[in-house]
């Protein structure tokens, strides 16, 4: 393996090989290193969501952003990340309407082609949908989703195209500091010599902090998703991806007739879960749970039968947001942690924002000020308009 590189990335997620992409992109010698195999964390059980619906504005700009990122990937990056224009809505009830109503307003002023729509309009969208108890929702047509591990996959492969290193099987052991800032890395096939190390480790990212004395405020947390076989008359397979603020679960299809449950509940189990050894599978009560909430959104789910699931993590912030950041404290120690649930949509931009940190050389027209890591030390957290934080 080189010893030498400009740019050190940790983490063959979708952070990581995005960023390992746009350093490349930019002509620099960047190496990515991932210690099991690429999207083995967080990415690669994510459901893939890519919407742009966010409460603060420059949430809202990064979505619409990266939007244009999945919905040209091959043209853009090159390679297949399985995009599928579903498009998204969120629902909410009678009482929250003036919310929904507030934050669709914020979103068409940046750009993004959503639109408000009472019950009987999202009905007349998706007809399989039961809209008695909504009040409001909000429609986006351009969103959809897209496959986790084949992100990661392309991504890496152009980064290798123009000349990334990407090692997988490598875990990094320490980073080494001199004179106060980055040095390189240890790892299991040796040292590397790099001014610059990127953190993108997800629910490992904590640990690799704490080499060089920085403690992240972030914890992991174990999420499910519960997987159903559609009746074999359903119309419309692969329908609309639908975030229900009434039931507070979301619905998404996928392909082989499938829908996939999960909950849009910001409350976090008291149990921190090891990302080296946690339960990957699904719970039967949690089953439960959301074949009640999806039979009661989308009746037509009740011919339908339970085909299990699985549980992935989170790594979650005091206040729900991302860090990026370039930690002053360590010059060369750039971090792009805590995405809370919400990142793998924002990978694209992420990526180029870590790239312009570990540079110094700013491409992405999205300032990441507002997630820096000092933000809980000085009293300002980032704060969402929803009380599912989850959403942003």
Request: glycine residues 12%; contains cysteine.
């Amino acid at each position: 393996m080189k010893n030498t590189a400009d740019v050190v990335v940790i983490g063959g997620g979708i952070m990581g090989t995005a960023t390992a992409y746009h350093l490349a992109r930019r002509g620099v010698d960047a190496l990515l290193l991932e210690k099991t195999h690429l999207g083995a964390g967080s990415t690669g059980r994510t459901v893939g969501i890519v919407r742009q619906h966010y409460s603060l504005e420059v949430t809202a700009r990064m979505a619409l952003r990266a939007l244009k990122t999945w919905e040209n990937f091959d043209e853009m990056v090159g390679g297949d990340v399985g995009f599928v224009r579903s498009g998204v809505a969120f629902s909410t009830g009678h009482e929250d309407k003036a919310g929904m109503e507030a934050n669709v307003r914020l979103q068409q002023s940046v750009g993004i082609r959503t639109e408000l729509l009472d019950g009987d309009g999202l009905r007349e969208v998706a007809p399989y949908l039961a809209t008695e108890d909504i009040g409001a929702a909000a429609y986006e047509p351009d969103s959809g989703t897209a496959d986790g591990s084949l992100a990661c996959t392309a991504y890496a492969a152009r980064a290798r195209e123009l000349g990334a290193t990407v090692k997988q099987g490598v875990e990094v052991t320490g980073i080494r500091l001199a004179g106060g800032r980055t040095a390189g890395v240890d790892t299991t096939e040796g040292p590397v010599d790099a001014p610059v190390v990127v953190n993108t480790a997800g629910p490992w990212g904590m640990r690799l902090a704490k080499m060089v004395g920085v403690e992240v405020p972030a914890e992991t947390s174990r999420h499910q998703v519960a997987s159903f076989a559609q009746p074999e008359d359903f119309e419309t397979p692969m329908h609309l991806v639908l975030g229900d603020f009434v039931v507070g679960h979301y619905l998404r299809s996928e392909t082989g007739g499938l829908t996939l449950a999960g909950s849009l509940k910001d409350d976090i189990s008291d149990e921190v879960p090891d990302p080296d050894n946690y339960n990957t599978e699904v719970d039967r009560p949690f089953v439960e749970e959301m074949v009640d909430c999806s039979i009661r959104r989308m009746p037509a789910l009740e011919r339908g039968s339970v085909q299990g699931g699985w549980s992935g993590l989170y790594t979650v912030t005091p206040d729900w947001h991302m860090i990026v950041d370039h930690v002053e404290d360590v010059p060369g120690f750039v971090i792009g942690l805590g995405f809370s649930g919400s990142g793998f949509k924002m990978g694209p931009v992420v990526g180029e924002m870590l790239a312009d940190l570990a540079t110094g050389q700013q491409e992405c027209p999205i300032d990441p000020h507002p997630f820096r890591l000092s933000r809980f030390a000085e009293g300002e957290p980032l704060k969402s308009e929803y009380s599912y934080s989850i959403v942003g």
